[in-house]
């Protein structure tokens, strides 16, 4: 069982739609961090989180350390927000690197 | 623009050759981080540099080594290169201050043959 899970791990939707992607993981963290990765390769951060709730312009990231999940939504989805979104945690045993998901692959149709 | 750059951006090699990819770090982060991703994979944690000395690997052969400078700029190098080390080369650059979060480069795709 992979540390890091990711669901679903391809999304369709239409354009407007409201889009929800989840992370569960299994180890102790310091930090969550949702990045997303267009075709080409480069990685983008979009929130880091250890707690709570953050929203920036469209996009809302929550997480609960209790049950040790996660969830990344998007509103008013656009053809431009097309891409993999992957779910990365930082473990707290030192050296802080990133775990990953394998990603969801989200396709937004005009 | 996250201020991280990596060198190059695409590269092919021929099997049992040896390369270095490079990355400068974003303005004030002292670690880097250097990750394998393979075809419709998740990125994989090769190891980390803070301050000029590893710290942290993941499980990845000798062959797989790296240097950071005092400008905390870093290397990967690869020797005896496999076909299966095909892939796209990640770098992050964060700071040891509390806060993790990370800047990624754009990457080096890397193609042996």
């Known amino acids: 069982k992979n540390e890091v899970e990711q669901s679903p791990q391809n999304l369709t939707a239409q354009e407007g739609e409201f889009i929800t992607i989840n992370c569960s993981y299994s180890?102790?963290?310091?930090?969550l961090h949702w990045l997303q990765q267009h075709p080409g390769g480069g990685i983008v951060s979009l929130f880091m989180?250890?707690?709570g709730k953050k929203k920036h312009g469209r996009l809302i990231a929550t997480i609960n350390i209790q049950e040790k999940h996660s969830s990344l939504h998007i509103t008013a989805s656009h053809p431009r927000d097309s891409a993999v979104y992957i779910c990365?945690?930082?473990?707290?045993?030192?050296?802080?690197?990133?775990?990953f998901g394998t990603g969801t692959r989200l396709t937004i149709i005009p | 623009e996250t201020g991280v750059t990596q060198s190059p951006t695409h590269l092919i090699k021929t099997r049992g050759q040896q390369v270095t990819l490079r990355c400068s770090s974003q303005?004030?982060?002292?670690?880097v981080s250097w990750y394998q991703q393979a075809l419709g994979q998740g990125p994989q944690f090769i190891f980390q540099?803070?301050?000029?000395?590893?710290?942290g690997r993941g499980n990845f052969p000798p062959r797989f080594s790296g240097l950071q400078f005092p400008n905390y700029s870093s290397e990967l190098n690869v020797n005896a290169l496999e076909l299966d080390d095909s892939a796209l080369y990640l770098c992050?650059?964060?700071?040891?201050?509390?806060?993790?979060?990370?800047?990624f480069g754009q990457g080096t795709r890397l193609t042996v043959v």
């Open positions: 540099y803070y301050r000029e000395e590893e710290n």
């Open positions: 990365a945690v930082a473990s707290n045993f030192g050296n802080e690197k990133l775990t």
């Open positions: 989180l250890s707690s």
């Open positions: 180890v102790g963290i310091s930090a």
């Open positions: 992050a650059s964060s700071s040891k201050t509390g806060s993790t979060e990370a800047f």
């Open positions: 303005s004030g982060h002292n670690t």
